[in-house]
């Protein structure tokens, strides 16, 4: 299933085949009535069940417009005691839009206490669910859903969904990246020296880590444009002779670190740490290009416009979403009057392999 895209039942249908155990009944599409009134849902489907995992699975349509979690999963949880099923596989699809949808596992266990009541114990809405579909990334979805195969277990099932495991999971592969990173890229401090490049590529290695890993946080919230992190669309309409999966052509280098002086410097430097206007004005005339050397010296300004096929439209995808964060994570550290900096030095490879 290419979780990247918009819902369709009869993808996901498809997947369940090879994602739940060999026992799975895949072939209902009964209409499910809420016996409570809902928060959100308006509308609830049996597409299967699975016999050895105790679990069904819904296709719950619902009005909610902030994609809340707990309350869909109250919902979820009314429909599962209702239906006498310890567990369930949910998929929240809004009614007006297929674009996107969360993908969740909802638990409900009883338990004896001491005063011989019972007590129902619910898994946490927070830790067992995905956000997919339309621009969304869909890296971890795919490795732990589509790449393991079938469940084998109600642990492996938790474990597929679960955000400590993926967590851990996350940081394990960030600290090999960093160790493969550090090796690669070249952060050269005082550029009149080498005695200083090794320890600066590390300090320098986690201040581009934290700064990605914001980025891609704030990217996901819809602050930054997807089209920044789309291979196909940069290299068809932003950068010129862009082909990073290319090591070495005549016309190109991965070493060359296009992307990151084109997009991810612009990026840092000239958008989330430069403002869109003039203090007191609502006219956009900040955010441009550099057009001569007397602003050499302005951080602030775009950069590498040589090397953009349609800088205008890289300056529209600037100014249409992408903040001002006045917080000092994204200031530019260059010395010009000392001679530190390295615009022209600075050498990351294009393929960040994972």
Known sequence: MEFDRPYSRQEFIRFLKGFLPIDAQLNEHQNITFYSHPNFATSATRVGSCNSLDLNVYEIRHCSRNDARVGLSKDAFRLIADEGVSRALVIFVPEDSSDNYRFSLVELTLSWEDNDKIKRLYSNPRRYSYYLGKNVAYYTPNKYLNEPGRILSVEDLRNRFSVEVLTKAFYNELSDWY????????????????????????????????????????KQRGLIPWQFFDEDYIRENLLENFNPNVKVNLFYKATDSKYYRAILQNLFFAMLNAPLCKEGSKEITERKFKDNRGQFDDNKLMRYRHLFKNPDLFLQLANSTVPFLNGGLFDCLDDKKSGMYYNDSVKITEVVET
């Open 179 to 218: 160790a493969w990173a550090i090796k690669e890229i070249q952060f050269p401090n005082d550029i009149t020296t080498t005695t200083d490049d090794t320890e600066y590529n590390h300090i320098a290695a986690i201040r581009l880590i934290t700064r990605l890993i914001f980025v891609w946080f704030i």
